[in-house]
């Protein structure tokens, strides 16, 4: 059984920066793709960072130059840097990882910007 666990997440100031990172554990097999939504409240799941095994990166247009995914394909673990963190940055992120068209998620953790 595939699992993800996400860590570290927490409470930062408008302008601060926080390291998120995620391990996957339970699979024989590579993942095509690793990366990191976010839902805030009321909002739907949207898609923050995602690299695929190629090396190939995708980012939302709200996070870009500031946010930088990096991924270890061989240890199955992939961080997200955020940096110059906004109010509206708040949201649960979700590591995700794609292999064979399935879909797989972490329990999230929560990232809160505010003074």
């Known amino acids: 059984q595939v699992r993800l666990v996400e860590s570290g997440g927490g409470l930062v100031q408008p302008g601060g920066s926080l390291r998120l990172s995620c391990v996957a554990s339970g699979s024989s097999f590579s993942f095509n793709a690793m990366g990191w939504y976010r839902q805030a409240p009321g909002k739907g799941r949207e898609l923050v960072a995602i690299?695929?095994?190629?090396?190939?990166?995708n980012y939302a247009d709200s996070v870009k130059g500031r946010f930088t995914i990096s991924r270890d394909v061989a240890k199955k673990m992939v961080n997200l840097q955020m940096n110059s963190l906004k109010p509206e940055d708040t949201a649960v992120y979700y590591c995700?990882?794609?292999?064979?068209?399935?879909?797989?998620w972490g329990q999230g953790t929560q990232v809160t910007v505010s003074s």
């Open positions: 690299e695929t095994s190629g090396g190939s990166t």
């Open positions: 995700s990882a794609i292999s064979h068209g399935l879909h797989y």
